[in-house]
């Protein structure tokens, strides 16, 4: 017996049956309101979608998707796309190998389908961070990997997180507890010391309740770097993105002159802990050098949420942002290796850009790739 | 500890049948896309076969988590 399965873009009545498929997989997409404000209420424009549908049944089984989104690329405004939401059925899947059912593997001609229809719309660029299980398909697909590591640096704010930490390692499991309220307020001295000695600067955060043009003056001075590829912070955009409560927003300030923004995530993490995170930040060109100042007023507004730990996830040290790791781990964040897979589809419009746009260096990264979806 | 041993066998049996490999080409670091054949549609076939083996029933987050020989393992040894 065998299950043929048909691929075709998205229709308004495929909604219900994408909203219960994302939501099996996606922590943020529980209701079609959250799916309609993800992919349809983009001011990019709404989302490349396709299905794979189970053609006997008419059942969908899988979905994959280009959300729009601007980037500057070497000082050029591009009309670009995430790559987002490959998820199957995979329970229903796996129901029909027991049963014997021959099933074809459909992943790499989704995904297929969904750029020719992104690049019909115009796009030129769609990058996307798929995991292991998908990272074969998006290159078969067309994709180029573009990087995989990146590091997680955390400041423990509370005891009870250190304990978590150190529980973990086996060596340690037994006296966790007892280490972890020795240490928590040793680093929480250090930390002090530090500061006060030496993270004394005249930087101040501004909360904001929305991006506006004050905020866009950042994004244009990064739109205009003739040398880095960049997801547009414009307004209309961050305001999609960190729209909601849990993203606590700051233009940050220094000598009463407005360098920069950042955005902080706060939310309780799959382990239970109250996590502030550090999702974006973008400074003027002669700002960056107030990145130490600013990450101890943010590790104030973290402990003002009542935050158990600060974490903040670092790709590379580009030239303009040279040094920001060291500050990090200055101001005893811990730092650990992570791995995200990273790949990049590109039009023929920027083939010829194609060496620069795969060097890794030449892209500014924070979580503003990741966030969110 | 038999039972232990008996599961890990069955559990690298899977893979190698599943991956069409030898079973001494699974080794403990086996993992998705590392693993000769261990791509999501290889990955959906060892799936399959462990829930038949083992009893057990994943949902679609656990299948895209247990991307390797010692996390399925890991999960086995919690679950059953």
Known sequence: ???????????????????????GFYDNVKTEEDWRRLYLDNPAGSAVI????????????GHYSVIKMEMSVFGEKRFCGKGEGEIFDLPFLIGL?????????????????????????????????????????????????????????????????????????????????????????????????????????????????????????FAEALGKDKHVIAIDRSAGHLNWRFGKEEYKKYVIRDGGKDIGYAVLHVFINPNGFKEACLVDYLFLPEGWGK?????????????????????????????ETFGLAGVLKELFFTKRSDKRNITVFLSSQLEDEKEKILDIKNWFFTDLYFEGY | MKGKDEMK?????????????????????????????????????????VEQEFGVSFDTRTISALLSYKDILGYLKENT
Request: proline share 3%.
């Open chain 1, 291 to 319: 990145f130490k100042g600013t990450i101890v007023k943010i590790t104030e507004e973290a402990k003002k949420y009542d935050s158990d730990l600060l974490r903040v996830n670092y790709m590379h040290d580009r030239k």
């Open chain 1, 50 to 61: 396709s299905l794979a549908e189970e053609t006997s049944g008419k059942k969908l089984i």
């Open chain 1, 97 to 217: 190998l027991k049963r014997g059912v021959k099933i074809e593997p459909s992943s790499e001609k989704l995904i297929r389908h969904t750029m020719n229809a992104a690049l019909a719309c115009g796009l030129e660029m769609v990058c996307t961070n798929p995991n292991d299980l998908a990272l074969k398909s998006h290159i078969a697909a067309g994709y180029d990997s573009l990087r995989q590591e990146f590091s997680i640096f955390v400041l423990p704010l509370k005891s009870r997180y250190l304990s978590h930490v150190l529980t973990k390692k086996k060596n340690l499991a037994g006296t966790a507890c007892f280490i972890s309220s020795l240490v928590a307020p040793l680093i929480h001295f250090l930390y002090s010391v530090k500061v006060l000695f030496f993270g004394r600067t005249g930087v101040c955060l501004d909360p904001i309740g929305s991006f506006d043009s004050r905020t866009d003056i």
């Open chain 1, 1 to 23: 017996m065998e299950r043929n399965i048909n691929i075709r873009n998205y229709r308004e009545e495929d909604t219900p049956a994408v909203v219960g498929l994302l939501s």
């Open chain 2, 9 to 49: 066998e069955k559990l690298k049996f899977i893979i190698a049948n599943c991956c069409s490999i030898d079973t001494s080409a699974v080794d403990d670091n086996a993992k998705v896309n590392e693993t000769p054949n261990w791509d999501s549609f290889g990955h959906l076939q060892i799936m399959s076969c």
